[in-house]
């Protein structure tokens, strides 16, 4: 004879319904992104050095030259792929909680966009990965190919703000 437990599966224990405060983290999850596809350059470019006006317009510099270079990484902090503080960190987990809060017709669209918010986050956070390991210290990189992969990640940034932005909107939250 069989033992049957009667505790909740894990899943369904889970899968109680977002709280108001829980749900707010997609929309800031969005606006996030906005953030980093707005100032992407700015974001994902980090310098260092000292420059004054003078040694700006130097044609040779002698001291405090400034470097820039790619921080591919930062793409991760945007997108939930690097802090357990950022508002999309497990975000698909949240999506299907509330897929219950989503209207009958719109159940179909609203799965395809979690699950390829799911795929989306991971391939922009892998190109971003990928791309902080294109440099020059590494066989066959060069500074030409961060910026290759780079610009594939924020191919990929700008799908997943797409899925995040339906997965908003037919939850029917508020945009900041």
Not at 29 to 44: F, H, P
Not at 63 to 85: D, F, R
Request: hydrophobic content about 40%.
């Amino acid at each position: 004879m069989t033992s049957t437990s009667l505790a909740p599966a894990p899943a369904l224990a889970e899968g109680s319904v977002p709280t108001k405060a829980e749900l707010a983290r997609l929309p800031a999850g969005l606006a996030r992104i906005d953030l980093l596809l707005d100032n992407w350059d700015k974001i994902t470019t980090v310098c260092n050095g000292v420059q004054n006006e003078v040694e700006a317009k130097q044609l040779m510099y002698t001291t405090g030259e400034q470097k820039c270079s790619k921080s591919p990484l930062k793409v991760q902090m945007y997108i939930g792929a690097s802090s357990t503080l950022d508002p999309l960190f497990k975000a698909d987990k949240l999506m299907i909680r509330a897929q219950q809060l989503v209207a009958e017709q719109d159940a179909e669209k609203y799965t395809d966009a979690v699950d390829r918010y799911i795929a989306k986050q991971q391939m922009a956070s892998t190109m971003a990965y990928t791309s902080s390991w294109s440099g020059v210290e590494n066989p066959n990189g060069s500074i030409e190919q961060i910026e290759d992969n780079l610009l594939e990640a924020k191919k990929e940034v700008l799908e997943l703000r797409a899925l995040v932005a339906t997965v908003v909107d037919l939850l029917h939250l508020e945009t900041f």
